[in-house]
C-alpha cells in the first residue's frame, strides 16, 4: 500500500516559517523525482519546487530564495523548507512523487495559511 503521509503546515504571520515533510513508503519502483505543489482556492495546483534523485532542484519563480526543497533518499522522505512567507503562498501544499517508471503518486495536501 502506498502512502505518502505529509506533516508540517500550518498557520503563520508573513515573515514567518514553516517546513513541510513528506514521508513516502509502499512504492514499488525506484522513486525518482519528488516535489512540492500547490493549490489556492479558486486556482490551479502549481509546481512549488522538484528535486530528482541526483539533487537537482527547481523551483516556482515566485519562491526562489524563500523556499528550499531537500530529500532524505535513504528515508524515502522530501522535505520543504519555507522562509519569509506571504499571504500569497497560502494554499493546500502536496507531496508528489514519481517513480522511475514515471508513475506520479499524490499526497493528501496539508493546508499552509500565511496571515498579513
Known amino acids: 500500500q502506498v502512502q505518502l503521509v505529509e506533516s508540517g503546515g500550518g498557520l503563520v504571520q508573513a515573515g514567518g516559517s514553516l517546513r513541510l515533510s513528506c514521508a513516502v513508503s509502499?512504492?514499488?519502483?525506484?522513486?525518482?523525482?519528488m516535489g512540492w505543489y500547490r493549490q489556492a482556492p479558486g486556482k490551479e495546483r502549481d509546481l512549488v519546487a522538484g528535486?530528482?534523485?541526483?539533487?537537482?532542484?527547481n523551483y516556482a519563480d515566485s519562491v526562489k530564495g524563500r523556499f528550499t526543497i531537500s530529500r532524505d533518499n535513504a528515508k524515502n522522505t522530501v522535505f520543504l523548507q519555507m522562509n519569509s512567507l506571504k499571504p500569497e503562498d497560502t494554499a493546500v501544499y502536496y507531496c508528489n512523487v514519481r517513480n522511475v517508471i514515471r508513475r506520479d503518486y499524490w499526497g493528501q495536501g496539508t493546508q499552509v495559511t500565511v496571515s498579513s
Open positions: 509502499g512504492i514499488r519502483n525506484s522513486i525518482d523525482t
Open positions: 528535486i530528482n534523485r541526483g539533487g537537482t532542484t
